[in-house]
């Protein structure tokens, strides 16, 4: 069974930081990019950073220069390093694992988290 699993989440104050992580565990093809999505209250949801297995990283330009996207390959894990927060970062954050499996065509396969609650303060 897949999992994809936040943690990280909580309150933190605006101008802080705040680090989230992801663990993905039972996928049983490598993973191409990893990413953060979040969701604000009443809104769409919307992306935010994302990070090829070759470490290449795109950042939303709403958390460009403030956030920083890494993961760890070889334990299937991805994080977001959230510096400058600011109220307009309350949301729940997902993290998806993008794969593509071994087929002809190849069909890609999203794997989403429950998502993590982050709520910052001003």
């Known amino acids: 069974q897949v999992q994809v699993v936040e943690s990280g989440g909580g309150l933190g104050q605006a101008g802080g930081s705040l680090r989230l992580s992801c663990a993905a565990s039972g996928i049983i093809y490598t993973i191409n990019d990893m990413a953060w999505h979040r969701q604000a209250p009443g809104k769409q949801r919307e992306w935010v950073a994302s990070?090829?297995?070759?470490?290449?990283?795109n950042y939303a330009d709403s958390v460009k220069g403030r956030f920083t996207i890494s993961r760890d390959n070889a334990k299937n894990t991805v994080s977001l390093q959230m510096n400058s927060l600011k109220p307009d970062d309350t949301a729940v954050y997902y993290c998806?694992?993008?794969?593509?499996?071994?087929?002809?065509?190849?069909?890609?396969?999203?794997?989403w988290g429950q998502g993590t609650r982050v709520t910052v303060s001003s």
């Open positions: 998806v694992a993008e794969t593509v499996d071994d087929g002809d065509p190849p069909a890609g396969y999203d794997y």
């Open positions: 990070i090829s297995r070759d470490g290449m990283t």
